[in-house]
């Protein structure tokens, strides 16, 4: 499905019925990386996926993207779909694209699931790289970002080849300023460290143990800061845990909400 938020026309997804589980994808990547867990969980939930503009069927806006526009992207879809609160799930940038949503619209999160992602902000050496990277898609194009980040989406001892080129499919549609865009919010995007200790709401933690683009110890890191959460190391799971392991992903998630005994919130 389309439709207009703020300046971009987007992609989403909004299937099943129940609490709502609002999933913000990765980069460079689109909302297909979730299709594992909607096809799971849309018999019991709300499920919701956007591609964040810039990726997927999502227009590009102007650059760069803070993470800050995409949670009031994330809000404006919301707001449309009427949810009320959500169960938050995000993936890696889709994690930091959950804590900035959480420090911007804290009554809209019932719940927060954060996967293979991290609360510190890029070191400097970190954010040069980025902005090199971004400098060189206009001439070189978005095939060299893809090159360079679908081989780190899987397990090192994941020879499925099959699947590898299901992850290159999601990064395919990715718009040369959706890329841009992107690096260049993630290089300037706030540490959210000291934010964890105030996380109110039930929290899960969950990455592959093989993940070697954000180590698992940035999970654990997260998952000691946070009061109460609940921290899952996935093993024989790289960087793109839930879909490289669905079905022990969707095993933790489903147990986690239960556990939480979410009820359908009342609109805010
Ligand atoms: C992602 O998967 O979203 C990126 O690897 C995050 C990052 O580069 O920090």
């Known amino acids: 499905m389309r439709m207009t938020v703020n300046d971009v026309t987007i992609g989403y997804t909004d299937e099943g019925r129940g609490v709502p589980l609002l999933f913000v994808h990765g980069f460079p990547l689109s909302r297909g990386a979730w299709q594992k867990q909607i096809d799971a969980l849309r018999s019991s939930y709300r499920v919701i996926a956007l591609d964040l503009r810039g990726f997927g069927e999502s227009q590009a806006g102007s ?115 959706g890329v841009i865009g992107a690096l260049l919010g993630m290089a300037e995007r706030p540490d959210a460290t000291t934010e964890l200790a105030r996380i109110s709401v039930p929290t899960l933690v969950i990455t592959g143990a093989d993940d070697t683009l954000i180590p698992s110890t940035e999970s654990e890191k997260l998952a000691q800061a946070i009061p109460g959460s609940q921290l899952n190391i996935i093993p024989h799971a790289g960087h793109l845990v839930a879909f490289e392991q669905p079905d022990k992903f969707n095993h933790v998630l489903e147990e986690w909400m239960d556990r939480a005994a979410f009820t359908i919130p009342v609109s805010t």
Do not use: W
């Open 63 to 177: 650059v760069p993207v803070t993470m800050a526009r995409y949670a009031d992207d994330l809000h404006a879809l919301l707001q449309q779909l009427a949810t009320g609160p959500v169960v938050l799930i995000g993936h890696s940038m889709g994690g930091y694209v959950s804590l900035a949503f959480l420090r911007q619209y804290p009554k809209m999160v019932c719940g927060l699931v954060l996967v293979g992602t991290k609360a510190a902000k890029d070191t400097v050496k970190a954010a040069a790289a980025r902005r090199a990277t971004a400098e060189n898609v206009p001439a070189k194009g978005v095939q060299e970002v893809i090159e360079t980040m679908a081989p780190k989406m899987l397990a090192a001892d994941n020879h499925d080849r099959a699947m590898a080129e299901q992850v290159r499919g999601l990064m395919t549609p990715s718009k040369p300023a």
